[in-house]
């Protein structure tokens, strides 16, 4: 006999007795003698709910027998009612059809097969085995809203193995025994285990998200029926959020936010250039000293911490040169410069000595000290000191 959730997929509440309850790793392991509750394959996800007032979190077919895992006992023997959480499945009914719809008129358009189907709560994932041009996938979207609006009747059959060899049917795999072919009569016509709509019309409607090259074939990401409209009403909230920060009509919003970026570059190039001045001015008021140069100087980027100890380093020749910023309780940022064969040893040495880690090459090195700023200073001159020719 079949399973309740394929005699009636409509079906939202039931009740059937208790065959055996044992407790699992997953809970405890329930079997019925009938359910409405689709157990996890194909590619649609289980059904939730609640069976006998008990939480199920989890159901799946093993072997002959559909297993409820749920978060309390039921007592064998006795009757449970369920009930299942009808939005999720109704859901997950809308868009696996709108799947079938979709590859079906894929497959018709390039023979292509569907290798890869994932349903996530927001959204539906399919991979091709071929490629599909954008273009093409625009028109075929609209085909599908077109198959939708016709309200088309499905037809779901077992047929016997003699029909099945003469059928035109897709499938990933060989198949043997009692098979259920799902047909969406001049779109589709597919072996399957799901849950299905009675008609197309109830998908609602059918949106591609997002689709691109993936592993030598298309990978596709929509949404149908209550998921796209859930989709759209996020994507409007995003656009009017974003249309009031840039105190823009909603589609003038993308040049906006060119005009925001251009403008940004254009301050990012002064910044750096006041910076860069700055940094020479600062460079310029250092007198050269005997040993070494270790300056502290917070706010640096790593990019201008380096540029300054480049400025350092040209200007004040033959001498070491550190400079530090402190981005954190004892953690601080640095750049040491000086032309010497030894330095990069005497780096890795530093390293070691002030919990440290970086590298570099041509004279300067870069990374980040994690110990007290007195600490790195004595470390630093005490180095330094070998290295002045």
Known sequence: MQE??????????????????????????????DTAFYPEGGGQPTDLGELGGVKVNFVKRINESIIHYTD????????ATGRIDWERRFDNMQNHTCEHIFSGLVHQKFGFENVGFHMDPEDITVDFSGEVPKEELDKIEQEVNDAIAADIELC????????????????KKELSGLVRIVSVPGFDCCACCGTHVRRSGEIGIFKILESGKYR?????????????????????????????????KPHEISAAVEKVLNDGKTQEQLLA???????????????????????????????ELKKFASILKERLVGIPCAVLSEVGENVFNYVLAYESEKFSEISRELNKKLNGRGGGRDGVVQGTYRVDRAVIESAVRDVFKGLIK
């Open 156 to 171: 779901v059959t077992f047929p016997s193995q003699q029909e099945l060899a003469s059928m035109d049917y897709r499938s």
């Open 216 to 248: 030598g074939g298309t990978r596709v990401r929509f949404a149908a029926g209550k998921r796209a409209l859930r989709d759209y009403a996020w994507r409007l909230n995003e656009i009017s959020k974003v249309s009031v920060l840039l105190s823009a």
């Open 72 to 79: 309390q006992p039921l007592a064998v023997g006795n009757l």
């Open 4 to 33: 309740l959730f394929y005699r009636d997929p409509y079906a939202r509440e039931f009740t059937a007795e208790v065959v055996s309850c044992t407790e699992g790793k997953k809970g405890f392991e329930v079997i019925l003698t």
């Open 273 to 303: 250039e006041r910076t860069q001045l700055w940094l020479k001015s600062v460079a310029d008021r250092i007198e050269k000293p005997q040993d070494c140069v270790i300056i502290f100087e917070n706010g640096l980027s790593p990019f």
